[in-house]
T-cell receptor, first 111, second 112 residues
């Protein structure tokens, strides 16, 4: 049972344009959501998070949107840069414990 | 500042051999500790988590086990490796009062 789903295995975007990565979840008890970025053969690095009491959180070029009624969150990267090319994992938890990860979306940013 | 270490970075083991992967965290006390596996082309699967010394919870039944002999040490073990145990193993931690998990560099395990 996949509680966190990233239905797009890959995404290709032109440099300078917006990248939108999507994530859906099924457990309405999730109250904390995170995005991680992962390069090959490295551990994931934390990118940005959002609490269920908010619907938007912004950090530089990265913005996460949360739609609780649709059980959907998205990560926007504007403008996209070639260095953003990586696998992005969506994750969710209840009270910050036992974080559940999606399968990941591989982002390609073309120069 | 806090640091998380994992070793070895890469490991090639024959089927049926034992396994021991170690993870240590520096700069914090009483962290929550986690073991994840990323199989080729797949997401992160939570294997074990621990909220304290000697306290281990298993998420997925398999031939792996975990132990926490010290506050900041988390060990992943197996008595007999299977081919399907190949993957990228990640240790992670978070403080008990925060929610973001921080990951180690990972161990790539290849079982032949």
């Amino acid at each position: 049972d996949q509680q966190v789903k990233q239905n797009s295995p890959s995404l290709s975007v032109q440099e300078g344009r917006i990248s939108i990565l999507n994530c859906d979840y099924t457990n309405s008890m999730f109250d904390y959501f995170l995005w991680y970025k992962k390069y090959p053969a490295e551990g994931p690095t934390f990118l940005i998070s959002i609490s269920s009491i908010k619907d938007k959180n912004e950090d530089g070029r990265f913005t996460v949107f949360l739609n609780k009624s649709a059980k959907h969150l998205s990560l926007h990267i504007v403008p996209s840069q070639p260095g953003d090319s990586a696998v992005y994992f969506c994750a969710a938890s209840v009270g910050g414990f036992k974080t559940i990860f999606g399968a990941g979306t591989r982002l390609f940013v073309k120069a | 500042s806090q640091t998380i270490h994992q070793w070895p970075a890469t490991l090639v083991q024959p089927v049926g051999s034992p396994l021991s992967l170690e993870c240590t965290v520096e700069g914090t006390s009483n962290p929550n500790l986690y073991w994840y596996r990323q199989a080729a082309g797949r997401g992160l699967q939570l294997l074990f988590y621990s909220v304290g010394i000697g306290q281990i919870s298993s998420e997925v039944p398999q031939n792996l086990s975990a132990s926490r002999p010290q506050d900041r040490q988390f060990i992943l073990s197996s008595k007999k490796l299977l081919l399907s145990d190949s993957g990228f193993y990640l240790c992670a931690w978070n403080p008990t009062v925060q929610e973001t998990q921080y990951f180690g560099p990972g161990t790539r395990l290849l079982v032949l």
